[in-house]
């Protein structure tokens, strides 16, 4: 990544953690950075999230290692990550009408693990994400062995869990990641 990205990326998070206390409340921007200047790679990967429309942001901070998690806080699935079946598995499955790829795969080249359940969950205690999207997350391996995959979305106040086969895709259908830094 280029200097000039670099500044622009850390001037865009810190605006939105400067915007979102409530995401990471007793957490000093000045902290956040001194994590991500010692970790180029991982900025890499913020930089990825950012530029498919994730808009990361620190929504927790683990009190004796000091590392940081940023996941996906756009009010909608990423638009640069909708469209995608679950894993290359059920790309591979799909006999007409592929998507242009996985969820599973996307995540993985830019750095970051699907939401479990949990982390979707959590997430959206800090915000309402995904009122007209839905998003992939980590699907446990008795689920995917029998063909499916879950995604989550948010609707009339409560947070939905549903299943789906992995081959399926749409346009409001996306993923969410985190990665820790």
């Given amino acids: 990544m280029k200097s000039t990205e670099k500044g622009a990326l850390l001037k865009t998070l810190e605006a939105r953690f400067a915007a979102h206390p409530t995401r990471h409340k007793g957490v000093a921007w000045t902290a956040v950075l001194a994590r991500l200047e010692k970790d180029p790679r991982g900025l890499e990967t913020l930089h990825a999230m950012e530029k498919s429309g994730g808009e990361p942001d620190v929504v927790a901070v683990d009190k004796k290692s000091g590392r940081v998690t940023f996941s996906d806080c756009a009010p909608e699935s990423p638009t640069g990550r909708r469209s995608l079946?679950?894993?290359?598995?059920?790309?591979?499955?799909?006999?007409?009408?592929?998507?242009?790829g996985s969820a599973m795969e996307l995540a993985a080249k830019i750095g970051i693990e699907l939401l479990t359940e949990e982390q979707y969950r959590q997430l959206q205690t800090l915000g309402e994400f995904d009122l007209k999207t839905s998003s992939w997350v980590r699907t446990p391996p008795e689920v995917r062995a029998l063909g499916g995959a879950l995604f989550c979305d948010r609707r009339f106040?409560?947070?939905?869990?549903?299943?789906?086969?992995?081959?399926?895709?749409?346009?409001?259908?996306?993923?969410?990641?985190?990665?820790?830094?």
């Fill in 85 to 100: 079946c679950f894993d290359r598995k059920a790309l591979d499955a799909r006999k007409a009408n592929k998507p242009k």
């Fill in 157 to 181: 106040g409560k947070v939905f869990v549903y299943h789906n086969g992995a081959e399926s895709y749409y346009a409001a259908r996306g993923f969410r990641g985190s990665v820790v830094i």
